[in-house]
């Protein structure tokens, strides 16, 4: 199964990723983790994008567009993956199916967590990391609301779409994820 999981910052797409990869055992890719990783350990890629990310801004679609094609060609995922933080952008989501094209893949579901900004406020403010403070949020939602949101219509037309109401509790929240996939 190759699933992809939308959503703005404090969603929950961290964590249904995770109980995704656990219950359906599909390899579970997050950019987002992979790039503070890398600026953890700083590594080339990690020194390039470090002041873009700790700023909320979004990593230059070049960039991403060439990591996650190394990354999806690499033989661990051929049999399906679960990508949480990508596609965030139009250029990425079309590329995204280029590359599935080329691969002879297809992406099964895209998966939108939905959650009213004033909830994803609240739960980044608890979650307190250093991409989380007030004025970075709020420029990670604009930045959520202008490039990423228009990718629901995007899947929605190719009938790709799942969505779910991420307000309600972690369990309830995975148990209609899977349902919604048939599980
Ligand atoms: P996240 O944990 O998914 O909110 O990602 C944290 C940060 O990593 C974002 O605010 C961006 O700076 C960067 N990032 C993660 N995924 C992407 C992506 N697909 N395109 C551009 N930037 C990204």
Do not use: C, N
């Not at 249904?16 to 890629?45: C, D, M, N, V, Y």
């Not at 190394?70 to 990508?83: C, E, H, K, M, S």
């Amino acid at each position: 199964m190759r699933l992809v999981i939308l959503g703005g910052a404090g969603a929950g797409k961290g964590t249904q990723a995770e109980l995704l990869h656990q219950k359906l055992g599909i390899p579970f890719i997050s950019t987002g983790e992979i790039l503070r990783t890398a600026i953890a350990t700083q590594t080339e890629l990690g020194k390039q994008v470090q002041s873009l990310v700790e700023s909320g801004e979004l990593v230059p679609d070049e960039q991403m567009i060439e990591w996650i094609g190394q990354r999806l060609t690499q033989p661990d995922i051929t049999q399906g993956w679960l990508l949480e933080g990508y596609p965030r952008t139009a250029f990425q989501a079309e590329e995204l199916d280029f590359l599935l094209d080329a691969l002879h893949q297809r992406l099964d579901y895209a998966i939108s967590l939905e959650v009213p900004d004033s909830i994803l406020v609240e739960r980044s403010r608890l979650r307190a990391r250093t991409d989380d403070t007030p004025d970075i949020l709020q420029r990670r939602l604009m930045l959520f609301h202008e490039r990423t949101q228009p990718l629901l219509e995007y899947y929605q037309m190719r009938d790709r779409l799942l969505r779910v109401d991420g307000s309600q509790t972690v369990e309830h929240v995975q148990q209609e994820i899977l349902k919604k996939l048939g599980h």
